[in-house]
């Protein structure tokens, strides 16, 4: 699961599950698109290093709230 942040003037990702990996883009599509680059590439260097990639753990939900 990644999070998409909406901010002033771009858009910006990151993986509770990756710390340290991240991306921002002009708009929610190529901020996902870097997102899912950085990841592919992060975890190719983590195995490249010997260290094992954690698995899974956050689970996202959209919960609305009536004003």
């Known amino acids: ?3 998409v942040e909406k901010g002033a003037r ?3 990702a990151y993986c509770p599950g ?3 990996c991240i991306a921002t883009g002009k708009t929610r599509a190529r901020t996902e698109k870097s997102m899912r680059e950085a990841l ?3 975890i190719e260097f983590m195995r490249e290093r010997g260290e094992s990639v954690p698995p899974p753990t956050t689970i996202g ?3 609305r709230v009536a004003a």
């Open 10 to 12: 771009n858009y910006s």
């Open 1 to 3: 699961m990644i999070v």
């Open 61 to 63: 939900a959209i919960v």
């Open 18 to 20: 990756i710390p340290g």
């Open 40 to 42: 592919a590439f992060h």
